[in-house]
């Protein structure tokens, strides 16, 4: 039987055949760098994973921000996928970061800037560095024509967003922008339901994986059920391809429950939550500054545990994200294959 990585050598010189490299012009003008393992790894059809920048930056601190970071790409790869981790390097948007690049910004930390899709022409503007969120890496992989992106959690509608308005670009970016995001649901420092309400107005397909329920990031269910359910790296496969063929125009939220045995105990972060929003409130936390602020803030009244979750589940989630790349390789080849015959 062949093996999965003679069959995918196999499928990418089939590609490189049927759809020869193309020039990308806003890679030529300069608007954006390619690392060359990422754009090899485009140009053949070999399966690519985009990872965001920002839970480096303002996620945790040095050197276990680069230590995780490492250990990420390293489960993409093993598991056949190339990464390719987006941030904004002296104004210039970077799909693919180099060990030296991963370097220099887990070392900026804080120092760089977190940066949404409202931000980008700001940061590149200004020739700054920004580590890019959900909504901003969404963006850059789309262009480049990534379509499978990993993060650990993504943003939503916070908590009494009825009266302040405080809904997370993220949300809008999946209604506008046609990307897989792997994650582990919404943080649940976030109102879910709403969150989910806010999706469906927005025309995203949230899909659970191997579970009918909605995971809520540090804990395996949330209570809220889902209306698309996969079991596999195919079934996902298959849906972002139904997605992008039909051109839909708008992502998918692949959520997938962090593993049992880093599940935290729901009822010690939700005590955790509810300490750290009453003293967001009492600063005056809000904007961008407030979801870095209640991880921190929960990490520390769970003594460290909620940070231990977080990083098992951005691994868990790179893992199945890359199985999922790896599906979607497979099948867009096959499909290639069939048309020329």
Do not use: W
Not at 54 to 65: E, F, L, Q, R
Not at 139 to 167: L, N, P, W, Y
Not at 306 to 313: E, M, Q
Request: net charge neutral; charged share 20%; aromatic share 2%.
């Amino acid at each position: 039987m062949e093996s999965s990585s003679s069959a995918l050598s196999r499928l990418s010189n089939l590609h490189r055949h049927l759809h020869p490299p193309q020039s990308n012009s806003k890679i030529q003008e300069g608007l954006l760098k390619l690392s060359p393992e990422v754009a090899e790894a485009l140009s053949s059809g070999h399966p690519v994973v985009a990872l965001e920048s920002t839970i480096i930056s303002h996620g945790m601190p040095y050197p276990k921000n680069l230590k995780t970071a490492k250990e990420v790409e390293a489960i993409v790869r093993e598991n056949g996928a190339v990464p390719a981790t987006v941030a904004i390097l002296d104004g210039v948007p970077c799909i693919g970061l180099s060990t030296g690049e991963l370097e220099r910004l887990a070392t900026l930390g804080t120092k760089a800037q977190k940066t949404a899709r409202r931000d980008i022409a700001h940061v590149v503007a200004n020739r700054g560095n920004g580590a890019t969120t959900v909504s901003a890496t969404m963006f850059f992989a789309s262009m480049v024509g990534i379509h499978v992106f990993v993060t650990g959690g993504i943003g939503g509608v916070h908590r009494h967003g009825e009266q302040t308005m405080d809904i997370s670009s993220d949300l809008t970016e999946l209604g506008r922008t046609p990307v897989a995001v792997i994650s582990a649901g919404v943080k649940s420092i976030l109102d879910i339901p709403r969150t989910l309400e806010y999706l469906e107005t927005q025309g995203v397909c949230v899909a659970a994986y191997k579970t009918n329920e909605f995971p809520a990031f540090f804990t395996e269910r949330s209570g809220c059920k889902v209306h698309c359910r996969v079991d596999t790296p195919d079934d996902c496969a298959r849906l972002i391809d139904a997605n992008l063929k039909l051109k839909l125009g708008s992502g998918i939220l692949i959520a997938v429950p962090i593993p049992k045995e880093h599940s935290a105990s729901g009822g010690l972060i939700e005590s955790a939550i509810q300490i750290a929003l009453r003293e967001a409130r009492d600063k005056n936390i809000t904007g961008n500054a407030e979801t870095p602020f209640l991880l921190a803030k929960v990490n520390e009244l769970t003594g460290g545990a909620s940070l231990a979750s977080n990083i098992a589940l951005v691994k868990n989630n790179a893992l199945v994200g890359a199985k999922i790349a790896v599906a979607l390789a497979q099948l867009k080849e096959h499909s290639n294959r069939g048309d020329a015959e």
